[in-house]
């Protein structure tokens, strides 16, 4: 018997709580099986301009999980907007959320209110992990005060669907950091994005990464991930969509007991691109 996973998020039905996180299922698009069984894709991260990334090498292996300073590359907003969004709207009906990056308010403005406009979008997931080159590189979601300033002005431009701010771990109190986005009008939190770390080559005695330091992911974070999402959940009263280092599905369920609605899959898929079917399989 097929049992019935599916959940409402913001109004949206999902299949599943399942979610392929940003960054590690491309556009959703040229995989050999159907991604429909899949509750939501969440896209490659997008800026205002197309990006080339940073130089390689951009990941590392680590033991129990990796390391990437991929830098956000992505072909721009309207490449999105104009082709990648509908490629997936051709082979995908399930929930799509548009990740969007950026580097001051106002670019993620711009970014909000083109996917707001966006027929094949259904969630737009801030992504507040990007540095600040107002504050000097710091990290945008690292700062209550601008984390408030880039929430209010993406929560202006984006009027129709829901906002959701994918808050970083690399902060002090987190949970924090979640209750300034809900003041600002976010509709939800996924929490959490990537731990930074480094790795030494030995036989150079330089860092390993071309940017020193990178995103720490996989199973090794799932503990501090959902210590994260039990936080977050305890200190605000929006939907929590909890991710790191899930790997199968009694983490998901893991992620739910500590307060998550959904929960999403993100290195996994780059050691399997089936990941998240065999999760919702398991579960
Ligand atoms: C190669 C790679 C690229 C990523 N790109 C993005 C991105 O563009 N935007 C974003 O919000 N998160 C990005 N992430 C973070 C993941 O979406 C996820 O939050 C993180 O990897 C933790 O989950 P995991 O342990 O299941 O991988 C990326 C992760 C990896 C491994």
């Given at each position: 018997?097929v049992k019935?996973?599916s959940?409402?998020?913001f109004g949206?039905?999902?299949r599943?709580?399942v979610i392929?996180a940003?960054?590690?299922?491309?556009?959703?698009?040229?995989?050999d099986?159907?991604?429909?069984a899949?509750g939501g894709?969440?896209l490659?991260?997008t800026?205002?301009?197309?990006?080339?990334g940073?130089p390689c090498?951009r990941?590392?292996?680590?033991?129990?999980?990796?390391?990437n300073?991929v830098?956000l590359?992505?072909?721009?907003?309207d490449?999105?907007?104009r082709?990648?969004v509908?490629a997936?709207r051709?082979v995908y009906s399930g929930?799509?959320l548009?990740?969007i990056g950026?580097?001051?308010a106002?670019?993620?403005?711009?970014?909000?209110e083109?996917?707001d406009?966006?027929?094949?979008i259904?969630?737009?997931?801030?992504?507040?992990?990007?540095?600040?080159?107002h504050?000097g590189?710091?990290v945008l979601?690292s700062?209550?005060?601008a984390?408030?300033a880039?929430?209010?002005?993406?929560?202006?431009a984006?009027?129709?669907?829901?906002?959701?701010v994918?808050?970083?771990p690399n902060?002090?109190?987190i949970a924090?950091?979640?209750?300034v986005?809900?003041?600002e009008?976010?509709?939800?939190l996924t929490v959490?994005n990537t731990?930074?770390?480094m790795r030494?080559d030995?036989?150079?005695?330089?860092?390993?990464?071309?940017?020193?330091f990178?995103g720490f992911?996989g199973?090794?974070?799932?503990p501090l991930?959902l210590?994260?999402?039990?936080q977050?959940?305890?200190?605000c009263g929006?939907p929590v969509?909890?991710?790191?280092?899930?790997?199968?599905a009694?983490?998901v369920?893991?992620m739910?007991?500590?307060g998550?609605?959904?929960?999403q899959?993100?290195?996994?898929?780059?050691?399997?691109?089936?990941?998240c079917?065999?999760i919702?399989?398991?579960?």
């Amino acid at each position: 018997m097929v049992k019935d996973l599916s959940i409402q998020l913001f109004g949206l039905t999902l299949r599943n709580p399942v979610i392929a996180a940003s960054g590690t299922f491309g556009f959703g698009t040229g995989f050999d099986f159907d991604v429909n069984a899949i509750g939501g894709i969440a896209l490659k991260g997008t800026t205002a301009q197309p990006r080339g990334g940073n130089p390689c090498p951009r990941v590392a292996d680590c033991t129990a999980g990796m390391l990437n300073a991929v830098g956000l590359e992505n072909p721009g907003i309207d490449a999105l907007v104009r082709e990648k969004v509908p490629a997936l709207r051709e082979v995908y009906s399930g929930v799509v959320l548009a990740n969007i990056g950026g580097f001051s308010a106002e670019e993620y403005a711009h970014c909000c209110e083109k996917a707001d406009a966006c027929e094949g979008i259904d969630i737009i997931e801030l992504n507040i992990s990007c540095p600040n080159v107002h504050a000097g590189g710091a990290v945008l979601g690292s700062d209550a005060d601008a984390t408030a300033a880039v929430v209010r002005a993406a929560r202006k431009a984006t009027r129709r669907k829901p906002l959701v701010v994918k808050l970083s771990p690399n902060v002090t109190d987190i949970a924090a950091i979640g209750q300034v986005c809900e003041r600002e009008g976010a509709d939800g939190l996924t929490v959490a994005n990537t731990f930074l770390g480094m790795r030494i080559d030995l036989k150079t005695g330089k860092p390993v990464l071309s940017n020193t330091f990178g995103g720490f992911s996989g199973p090794a974070i799932f503990p501090l991930a959902l210590r994260c999402v039990w936080q977050v959940s305890h200190a605000c009263g929006i939907p929590v969509i909890g991710c790191g280092g899930v790997t199968r599905a009694q983490d998901v369920v893991e992620m739910q007991l500590a307060g998550a609605a959904a929960v999403q899959v993100g290195a996994a898929n780059l050691r399997d691109p089936q990941a998240c079917l065999t999760i919702i399989n398991e579960l």
